[in-house]
């Protein structure tokens, strides 16, 4: 699977940007999805991740009711739409792939099988 991130950009502190993760690969749709954000200095920290179907999603609390994770099979794509964005969502964002292991929590970066090239949201202030 080849994951490749984009629509990041600056925005302006309470606006919206919407995330993009297009991935190759026959398998794409057996994958939990997810999407982690790296600010400089900081560990990498999961946004939110959606199982295979699109049925079950989870968000760190940071962005749960601003934030909405889901996932398109006919485009193999998974898309992250960020609302009332703040200066301390600012950071390089990654969609991940990890084959399913249950029903578990997918934070933790460990589980995923593949990266994308992350996408740059600055938020200004």
């Known amino acids: 699977v080849q994951l490749q991130a984009s629509g990041g950009g600056l925005v302006q502190a309470g606006g919206s940007l919407r995330l993009s993760c297009a991935a190759s690969?026959?398998?794409?749709?057996?994958?939990?999805m997810g999407w982690f954000r790296q600010a400089p200095g900081k560990e990498r920290e999961s946004v939110a991740s959606?199982?295979?179907?699109?049925?079950?999603?989870d968000y760190t609390d940071s962005a749960k009711g601003r934030f909405t994770i889901s996932r398109d099979h006919a485009k193999n794509t998974v898309y992250l739409q960020m609302n009332s964005l703040k200066a301390e969502d600012t950071a390089l964002y990654y969609c991940?792939?990890?084959?399913?292991?249950?029903?578990?929590?997918?934070?933790?970066?460990?589980?995923?099988?593949?990266w994308g090239q992350g996408t740059q949201v600055t938020v200004s202030s």
């Open positions: 991940a792939a990890a084959a399913y292991r249950g029903s578990i929590s997918y934070g933790n970066p460990n589980l995923y099988d593949y």
């Open positions: 690969g026959r398998t794409f749709s057996t994958y939990v």
């Open positions: 959606i199982n295979w179907s699109g049925t079950s999603t």
